[in-house]
């Protein structure tokens, strides 16, 4: 890789112990992010069926039956089933937890309490343990019980109502609170670490899907709470609080996003029309963004995505095609970036799914461990811990563990 970016496969968090105890996305994503960067992650998993990662795919998207949603976030990680409602299951858990460095969760908190697994439980028997949770609206929140689901707290945080323009609300294209609160986790993780590493005490570290959901609105909440009261644009503007041309405009082909440009610098580059010189003046910006968003519109209809782009980067204006997931993939900055993990399953057969976003001159994230079958690494895992092989086979046999 160029820039100073080496090959080979990141040690960063290489010696650091992990045991994920959780489902969906948060949990799993943000052990991944850990395993991309070295770290030994063992996942724990309901011995019958495993968990709803591995039986649901958004789109109905399998892998010759193999789940694309779990392929994305369960690689670089090792597999133990076990049955945490038995004695025995939830014994393999907590010696499992006594040697870690960092436990990852994103169950409900009541359920962690009663299988004995929550933080209290665990720090009594490994006090420097570093004990990160993901929960919908907080551990203490009077809203502790209810589920805490993507849409659900787009709904409940003001992005549906903010996103789009006047109208129904608007979900974002994508599971973004998850995905959010997943990167703030594994940094959790981090800081909590370091501090141990200085400090040698363990601490609990918690995320909410609430707070990530408003962290991504920062730059909104920020306004409401500081004197405006931000409306959704009944136009093609593209926030509640940017000034104009800040936007979509429809082309030919389809639309091109104008982002923080002057509009004298698109006017000159559109040949200076008469239709925009009664808003040229930067304080008029934001009083009349849907006056200038009508002006705009009709002067760039008649151009192709990629004549306007050209035209207006030749220019200095800020500017980008609106691209398809297709045309995001074959763009040429993508493809620089290699941002794309890529492995061979042995059910599932060649897979492709985001990479680590994050580069370091020390090394690249690899794949090291495709995405395991329930349970592939019971045995070995169990081993470490001293079990012989007298006792695996027994708990094996009660169907404790798979």
């Known amino acids: 890789m160029s820039d100073g970016f080496q090959n080979g496969r990141l040690k960063l968090l290489d010696g650091v112990k992990i045991v994920s105890l959780s489902a969906f996305l948060i949990g799993p994503a943000a052990a991944q992010y850990l395993a991309d960067m070295g770290a030994d992650v063992v996942k724990v998993e309901e011995p019958s069926r495993?968990?709803?990662?591995?039986?649901?795919?958004?789109?109905?998207?399998?892998l010759n039956g193999v789940s694309a949603f779990f392929l994305m976030s369960n690689r670089n990680v090792r597999?133990?089933?076990?049955?945490?409602?038995?004695?025995?299951?939830?014994?393999?858990?907590?010696?499992?937890?006594?040697?870690?460095?960092?436990?990852?969760?994103?169950?409900?908190?009541?359920?962690?309490?009663?299988?004995?697994?929550?933080?209290?439980?665990?720090?009594a028997e490994n006090p420097s343990l570093v004990y990160a949770c993901a929960t919908?609206?907080?551990?203490?929140?009077?809203?502790?019980?209810?589920?805490?689901?993507?849409?659900?707290?787009?709904?409940?945080?003001?992005m549906a109502?903010?996103?789009?323009?006047?109208?129904?609300?608007v979900a974002a294209g994508s599971a973004v609170v998850d995905q959010h609160a997943a990167a703030l986790l594994a940094m959790g993780v981090l800081a909590a670490l370091f501090h141990r590493a200085l400090?040698?005490?363990?601490?609990?570290?918690?995320?909410?899907?609430?707070?990530?959901?408003?962290?991504?609105?920062?730059?909104?909440?920020t306004y409401q709470m500081n004197g405006n009261d931000l409306r959704r644009p009944d136009h093609g503007l593209a926030t509640t609080f940017h000034e104009a041309p800040y936007g979509f405009y429809e082309v030919t082909d389809g639309y091109v996003a104008l982002s923080?440009?002057?509009?004298?610098?698109?006017?000159?580059a559109l040949g200076d029309p008469e239709q925009l010189e009664p808003y040229l003046d930067?304080?008029?910006?934001?009083?009349?963004?849907?006056?200038?968003?009508?002006?705009?519109?009709?002067?760039?209809?008649?151009?192709?995505?990629?004549?306007?782009?050209?035209?207006?980067?030749?220019?200095?204006?800020?500017?980008?095609?609106?691209n398809s997931f297709e045309d995001a993939i074959a763009d040429p900055a993508v493809m620089h970036l290699s941002p794309f993990a890529e492995f061979a399953h042995e059910e599932a057969g060649q897979v492709r799914v985001p990479g680590l976003p994050l580069r370091f001159s020390s090394g690249?994230?690899?794949?090291?461990?495709?995405?395991?079958?329930?349970?592939?690494?019971?045995?070995?895992?169990?081993?470490?811990?001293?079990?012989?092989?007298?006792?695996?086979?027994?708990?094996?046999?009660?169907?404790?563990?798979?």
């Open 199 to 221: 400090t040698g005490e363990g601490q609990r570290v918690e995320v909410t899907m609430a707070q990530s959901a408003i962290d991504l609105q920062a730059e909104a909440y």
């Open 136 to 158: 919908g609206y907080g551990s203490d929140s009077p809203y502790r019980d209810l589920p805490g689901q993507d849409l659900l707290l787009q709904a409940m945080m003001g």
């Open 79 to 123: 597999s133990v089933a076990v049955d945490l409602k038995t004695e025995e299951g939830r014994a393999i858990a907590i010696d499992l937890c006594r040697r870690a460095d960092a436990v990852i969760t994103n169950f409900r908190p009541p359920v962690m309490e009663r299988l004995g697994l929550d933080y209290e439980s665990l720090r």
């Open 282 to 322: 930067p304080a008029l910006r934001f009083s009349e963004r849907a006056a200038i968003y009508d002006a705009l519109s009709p002067l760039v209809a008649d151009y192709s995505k990629e004549e306007l782009v050209s035209l207006l980067r030749e220019h200095g204006v800020w500017c980008a095609p609106v």
């Open 50 to 62: 495993g968990p709803h990662e591995r039986h649901w795919s958004g789109a109905d998207t399998y």
């Open 260 to 268: 923080i440009s002057p509009l004298a610098l698109i006017s000159e």
């Open 364 to 402: 690249a994230a690899e794949v090291t461990r495709v995405p395991p079958d329930l349970g592939e690494h019971t045995d070995e895992v169990l081993e470490s811990l001293g079990y012989d092989e007298d006792r695996v086979a027994a708990l094996r046999g009660e169907g404790v563990i798979r």
């Open 161 to 169: 109502a903010s996103t789009g323009t006047d109208g129904p609300p």
